[in-house]
């Protein structure tokens, strides 16, 4: 006996009336990085981690690390939603953009770094989320510079446009940074200045760097693909073997097989050999001597079909 779900038509009911949510997708101005772009820039971003941590190093005078986690590509909105509402983001204008390079960390993060350069020591201490001070800032300021230099130096010709440090915001709502509807490179990092850890994120505008990407799927023409494939296969290096005819023989005997034992090959003496091209036949060649090496002499090809 089989028993019937009887709620079934009512629930399929109930789901086709449930209004469905259709997401507009404009193939004009993809929300997703290419393979090719992505490899690129997360090579571009893990150098810019490396040259980063060395400066903040530098300038911190306590051990630090910067990793990069992700590369990704996603518009300001989404891109300030994911932030805390409260923290510290860096403006960078870009020269000929309209939209601003961001930069951004827990202020309270910051704090803690510009203790370790004033001397002190900040372990234990509970820092809070706030504005940073004038002095604070032009410290601040000082360590967004070298990264900006890093920067330039890590993405190379991938950022052709001039980047400069510019104003400060702390409530990520509030940044005017760019319009919503932007594309921007993101790339999250986590920062590492001594036991502290804290994560930090770096958004470029995408119209500054995907010209210099190139194309993700680049097409070639297919006028003359015929003769671009007869001169590839020309240059693929291939095995040519000269064969005798084979030999039919019991398995008993393969088995009893042992060092000095003749095997009859029923191949005539004064038959050419097989040439042969991976395993198909192409001509027969005679056995003769290229100087102190055994060669084949080509005597007659095998006629194909095109």
Same mark, same amino acid.
């Given at each position: ?38 490899? /690129? ?23 630090? %690390? ?13 891109? =300030?939603? *994911? ?14 953009? #309209?939209?601003?390079? /961001?930069? %951004? ?20 201490? #509970? ?26 130096? *890590? ?8 980047? *400069? ?6 409530? #990520? ?7 919503? #509807? ?13 036991? =502290? ?14 010209? %210099?990407?190139?194309? $993700? ?5 297919? /006028?003359? =693909? ?25 398995? $008993? ?41 055994? =060669?084949?002499?080509? /005597? ?7």
């Amino acid at each position: 006996m089989t028993l019937l779900d009887q709620t079934a038509p009512g629930a399929l009911r109930d789901a086709q009336a449930q209004p469905k949510s259709v997401d507009v997708y404009d193939f004009r101005r993809p929300t997703t990085l290419a393979r090719e772009h992505s490899r /690129v820039l997360e090579l571009a971003f893990d150098t810019f981690a490396r040259q980063w941590g060395t400066q903040l190093t530098a300038k911190v005078r306590v051990l630090s %690390q910067v990793t990069c986690e992700t590369v990704s590509m996603t518009t300001y909105d989404e891109f =300030a939603a *994911s932030l805390p509402a409260t923290t510290a983001m860096v403006l960078c204008p870009l020269e000929g953009a #309209s939209a601003k390079a /961001v930069i %951004q960390f827990p202020s309270a993060s910051a704090l803690g770094w510009v203790t370790h350069m004033l001397g002190g020591n900040p372990a234990g201490q #509970s820092l809070p989320e706030r504005k940073f001070t004038p002095v604070e800032q032009a410290l601040v300021r000082r360590l967004m510079d070298d990264a900006l230099e890093d920067l330039r130096y *890590s993405l190379g010709s991938l950022l052709v446009a001039p980047i *400069s440090v510019g104003g400060f915001q702390y409530n #990520s709502q509030f940044a005017q940074a760019a319009s919503k #509807s932007d594309l921007m490179i993101v790339a999250s990092f986590e920062i590492r200045v001594g036991e =502290a850890a804290a994560p930090a994120t770096l958004a470029l505008p995408a119209e500054v760097l995907l010209p %210099q990407l190139g194309e $993700s799927n680049p097409t070639s023409t297919t /006028v003359g =693909a015929r003769d671009l494939i007869d001169q590839q296969l020309a240059a693929v290096p291939v095995d040519v073997a000269l064969g005798f005819l084979p030999a039919r023989v019991l398995p $008993s005997d393969v088995l009893d097989l042992k060092v000095g034992d003749l095997v009859a090959l029923p191949h005539p003496e004064h038959r050419p050999l097989d040439v042969t091209v991976g395993g198909e036949p192409v001509g027969r060649a005679a056995v003769g001597a290229n100087g102190s090496r055994l =060669a084949g002499i080509i /005597v007659t090809t095998e006629e194909r079909l095109a």
